[in-house]
Structures are given as C-alpha cells and as structure tokens.
C-alpha cells in the first residue's frame, strides 16, 4: 500500500467518523425531545438535531473540497 492510499484511507475513515458523529448528535437531540417535559428542553433538542443535520450535510463536503488533489 502507498503512502497515497494510506492517506485517502484516513481521509475516508475521517469523513465516515464526521457523519457518525452527526447522527449520534441528532439521535441525542431526539431523546432530549422525546423525554423532554418543559419547552426549554425541546427547543434545545430541536436546536441540536438542526445543528446536527447541517454537520452530516456540510462538514464531509467541505473536507472533500479541502482535500481534493490538485488538477494536474
């Protein structure tokens, strides 16, 4: 294996770990939602689940376009 391929593996394994942890965010924003009595509790659920969504959607493609190799 290359230097080349050990680091596009630990690029890939970055993003894969990124996405998990959005979704580890959001299922937490869920339950604090869920077994939430009061609104402050809710609103900040709602508010982690929004935060969440937006780090799966825009946090992996910006690491892809800062780690795209330059055009030869």
Known sequence: MT???KV????????????LAGVAGALLGLI???RAHDW????LGTAIVLSAMAM????????????????A
């Open 8 to 19: 596009a593996q630990r690029r890939w394994f970055v993003l894969v770990v990124v996405r």
């Open 32 to 34: 604090l939602i869920a």
């Open 56 to 71: 799966i959607a825009i946090v992996p493609r910006s690491l892809a376009h800062r780690w795209r190799s330059p055009e």
């Open 40 to 43: 402050a509790p809710k609103i």
């Open 3 to 5: 230097e080349a391929d």
